[in-house]
């Protein structure tokens, strides 16, 4: 029998050939799984499509194999395991679980991403659409912002490590060999002194010259380059000069990429939220066209006021209409409408909101929108009542509730995945701590949704029907740290990269 070192040399000098062994290694039995089909593999794991029979849902599983990996390949699953279980993004797969099986092979069970990947789009169909490009570039920095904000750099960008949706919304991959720059410098390296790590088309110069305390997040950006280019050109993008690269590229994608691939990585972009504003900025031209006919609107609007007789308003008019604007302070039983109460001009946390005729619409274009509609707490007792209608895009509209544990966000048809409730419950998303129920939004169809919130409890109704109660004794509640000040104990809505319309939003205390 040949040992670990030969069988791990076999391995990878079938892969340098793109060619694996894999077909030799019978399919794993798992206990509680039902394993469906093989999805694809690599040098130190294959990944599996399976069923899990508890909570009867797809997932996929990342076996390692054990037989003929190294210890370094081994820590590097461990690690991506324990990077993983950390985030919570809409944009990076999600890992539910680490198992172990009686032989200790890890496995890992991982979200399933049923639209394949990038690579096999790529394979498909050879070029991708300057529209889906963009998309997906700017899913993956979404991804990757999450990911730096905890100083993860991910090291391995690559078509093969962005799977898409059914909606065709992208994730980030495989953290296996990502470098967190939070960790100890003194810390072990999983990477051996003179060697590096990833693939070698998408390593940026200093991935192949530096230490790891040489790489970061700049690392990452010149990946999102190289893969913007190869998705519009279908072709390996190493070998090619760029000045020769940029002539198929558009106009509107060149200055972006030239700045993503500079040799040098104090001259690209210094994070990835700027690449990410770029990106934003040509996928959303009609902005110009926007702001260019609301700043003419006032204009007109102002040249109008100018010429128009002088009169006196009526003294009462003014005197009610300043009552009602500071009319917050809500007694026991009685509705009051929310909407009319909003400041002019409005004042949103994020997100792009407007007001017309009763309806106020929110757009957001990265992450979530939100917006505060009390200048006062509620208390813990009360009822909620408003009609929203989804316009654009598959994601969540959100509800943001003071109650007697903390502030909570309420989503409905949240994750792309149908889920609905109560989002930060003991410090838990919606998808760990299991407390939801299914709803799908119809986009342009309107919704009645109807909130009542106790001191001990929380009940959803949509359009009359109760979906779920939950029961708030002995939990905690928390909100994302960038919301969090700005609408603790006040009510708020919000939306999850759409374009969401809210109307008759009202609000009333219920007596204890």
């Not at 809409?90 to 990038?118: A, F, H, K, M, Q």
């Not at 991708?128 to 912002?145: K, N, S, Y």
């Not at 917006?371 to 959100?398: A, H, K, W």
């Amino acid at each position: 029998m040949p040992d670990n070192f030969q069988i791990y040399s076999h391995r990878c000098a079938l892969l340098a050939q793109g060619l694996t062994d894999v077909s030799e290694i019978p399919e794993p039995e798992i206990q509680g799984y039902e394993i469906k089909k093989r999805l694809g593999h690599g040098g130190m794991s294959i990944v599996y499509l399976a069923r899990e029979t508890a909570l009867n849902r797809m997932v996929a599983l990342k076996v390692f194999n054990i037989e003929g990996i190294d210890d370094v390949s081994h820590e590097r699953f461990q690690q991506e395991a324990l990077m993983t279980a950390s985030i919570q993004h809409p944009n990076i797969v999600s890992i539910y679980r680490l198992l172990t099986d009686d032989n200790e092979t890890p496995c890992l069970v991982l979200e399933y991403i049923s639209g394949g990947s990038v690579r096999s789009k790529l394979t498909a169909q050879k070029r991708i659409d300057l529209e889906m490009t963009l998309q997906i570039a700017i899913d993956v920095c979404r991804g990757l912002a999450e990911l730096h904000s905890r100083s993860i750099v991910h090291r391995d960008i690559k078509p093969e490590n962005i799977l898409l949706t059914e909606e065709g919304v992208a994730k980030v991959a495989d953290l296996g060999i990502s470098l967190n720059k939070k960790l100890d410098e003194s810390a072990p390296s999983l990477t051996m002194t003179g060697t590096f790590v990833g693939t070698i088309a998408y390593l940026s110069p200093e991935q192949t010259t530096k230490s790891r305390e040489g790489i970061d997040a700049r690392s990452d950006i010149w990946a999102i380059g190289i893969l913007i280019t190869e998705m519009l050109i279908g072709s390996p993008p190493h070998a090619i000069l760029i000045s020769d690269l940029l002539q198929n590229i558009p106009s509107t994608l060149k200055p972006i990429i030239k700045k993503c691939l500079r040799h040098n990585p104090d001259d690209r972009y210094a994070s990835i939220d700027q690449l990410l504003t770029d990106l934003v900025h040509i996928q959303k031209p009609k902005k110009l066209r926007i702001l260019f006919c609301t700043a003419f609107g006032i204009l007109a609007a102002s040249a109008l006021i100018f010429f128009l007789p002088l009169y006196e308003p009526n003294p009462l008019t003014q005197q009610d209409l300043a009552q009602k604007k500071n009319e917050t302070k809500l007694s026991p039983d009685e509705w009051v409408d929310l909407i009319p109460l909003l400041p002019s001009p409005l004042k949103p946390i994020r997100g792009v909101w407007s007001l017309t005729d009763g309806t106020l619409t929110c757009q957001s274009e990265s992450q979530e929108a939100c917006m505060v509609l009390m200048s006062e707490p509620i208390g813990e007792n009360y009822d909620l009542t408003l009609n929203f209608i989804r316009v654009t895009n598959q994601d969540s509209i959100i509800v943001y509730l003071p109650t007697s544990i903390g502030m909570l966000d309420f989503h409905i048809d949240a994750w792309r995945q149908h889920l609905s409730g109560i989002q930060n419950l003991d410090h838990e998303n919606m998808r760990k701590h299991g407390e939801t129920f299914p709803f799908t939004i119809i986009n342009r169809k309107l919704y009645k949704l109807r909130i009542e919130v106790r001191s001990q409890s929380i009940e959803a109704k949509i359009n009359g029907k109760s979906y779920y109660t939950w029961d708030l004794t002995g939990k905690h509640g928390s909100l994302h740290s960038h919301v969090k000040a700005f609408t603790d104990q006040r009510i708020g809505l919000g939306a999850w990269e759409s374009t969401t319309q809210f109307m008759d939003v009202r609000i009333r205390q219920v007596r204890k």
